[in-house]
């Protein structure tokens, strides 16, 4: 399976934090990077491309055509922390194979410059609506599950997490790098920024960093009319979502 990774440009850095969020139900992970991209004003440092993404183009608003790819975000940390590199994009591959490549090319391409551990942000779908989203999570170490814990984090114990949400901190361990996936609860019905903003608290914590919230909010408080419609269709019986089992994680 062919990975090309293309870099635009080749920062210093020190020790980086890997930060990983691709679409996903609810768009959880996804929504958190896309938002520590913005917020901490991120510069774009690489494309991916590889022939287990989406086979098509995507159309832009001038009608331009581009392959499906992955990006890669850097970010200095001026003060004196860890410098991190953020990743996203716009499918996650269509294939097992196409997964392990993609998610092992990143990891060589990461740990070339110094980073040693991963985070990677996901879903954990409940089939139901909250208003306050838990975070559960797991980690490559006992160590960091006691750092889980701590911080109020559900860890899971059974189960697994499908993708590259998974693979990345699986794969992460066999090159000993430390790696954590954290889970943010929510239904699996609709795009769900509350569930990114828990997620994000949680890791801002991990980090030892400030992230401001206010877009997310924003976000969060124009979806939640939708909710309480699709709440109210799923008590009428008028519409059920596509069932799955609680505990689904993504």
Same mark, same amino acid.
């Given at each position: 399976?062919?990975?090309? +990774? ?7 850095t020190?020790?980086p ?11 959880? =992970? ?5 938002h ?16 287990? !993404? ?25 003060? !004196? @922390? ?15 194979? &196409? ?14 410059? @110094? &980073?040693?551990? +991963?985070?990677?942000?996901? &879903?954990y779908?409940? =089939? ?7 975070? !559960? ?18 860890? $899971? $114990? ?36 509350? &569930? ?5 608290? /949680? ?7 400030k992230?401001?919230?206010t ?10 009319? !939708? /909710? ?12 059920? @979502? ?9």
């Open positions: 399976m062919e990975v090309r +990774v293309k870099f635009l440009k080749q920062p210093e020190k020790e934090i890997l930060i990983c969020g691709l679409p996903g139900s609810g768009y959880v =992970g996804k929504l958190g990077v896309d520590l991209i913005k917020e901490l004003q991120a510069q774009l440092m690489g494309e991916v491309y590889c022939y287990g !993404f989406q086979p098509q183009v995507i159309i832009k608003s001038d009608g331009s055509a581009n392959l499906p790819k992955h990006e890669l975000y850097f970010w200095k940390n001026e003060n !004196f @922390g860890k410098d991190l590199i953020l990743y996203t994009g716009d499918f996650q591959p269509t294939s097992a194979n &196409a997964e392990y490549a993609v998610s092992d090319k990143i990891l060589e391409a990461v740990e070339k410059m @110094g &980073a040693k551990q +991963v985070y990677t942000l996901a &879903a779908i409940t =089939g139901s609506f909250t208003e306050k989203p838990k975070v !559960f999570g797991a980690a490559t170490d006992t160590d960091l599950v006691k750092q889980l814990e701590g911080l109020g984090v559900i860890v $899971t $114990t059974e189960g697994s997490i499908s993708g590259m949400n998974g693979l990345m901190i699986g794969l992460a361990k066999i090159r000993k790098m430390r790696g954590v996936c954290l889970l943010g609860e929510t239904s699996g019905y609709v795009v769900d920024p509350k &569930a990114s903003q828990a997620v994000l608290e /949680v890791l801002s914590q991990m980090l030892e960093m992230i401001d919230m877009t997310l909010e924003k976000t969060a408080k124009e979806t939640e009319s !939708f /909710v309480r419609t699709v709440e109210e269709m799923k008590k009428k019986g008028v519409e059920r @979502g596509p069932g799955r089992e609680p505990g689904y994680i993504s």
